[in-house]
């Protein structure tokens, strides 16, 4: 038989921590972009791919980051401020993670 109060209680201990993952992702992302940090990846060539970014795309995406990064109106400390926001975010994001998993390999309760 199953206990329905353990199960809901896991179920939202659950929820309730995959949604601070998010969280925490979402808004470091956030930060990170606004400290002038874009966040574009170069296209990688793959054997026998098919190419999804044309390199045409890549380059106007690059100038689109750099003009955005040259309009960006906050200050040198705000801009410092939100980068580092941005890594206690990621910080916080990847601990949370670490716990998750300290949670549910037994073998670290011994």
């Known amino acids: 038989m199953i206990d329905w109060a353990s199960f809901v209680i896991v179920f939202g201990a659950a929820l309730v921590g995959s949604c601070l993952v ?3 992702y979402a808004l470091g992302t956030r930060l990170l972009a606004a400290a002038g940090r874009a966040l574009f990846v170069e296209p990688v060539e793959f054997t026998d791919a098919i190419t999804v970014l044309t390199p045409e795309r890549a380059a106007k995406l690059q100038r689109k980051a750099e003009k955005a990064q040259r309009k960006n109106p906050l200050s040198t400390g705000q801009k410092r401020l939100a980068l580092t926001g941005a890594y206690a975010c990621f910080t916080g ?11 549910i390999i037994p073998f670290f309760h011994q």
């Open 93 to 103: 994001c990847g601990l949370a993670v670490l716990y998750g998993l300290y949670l």
């Open 22 to 24: 998010v969280a925490l």
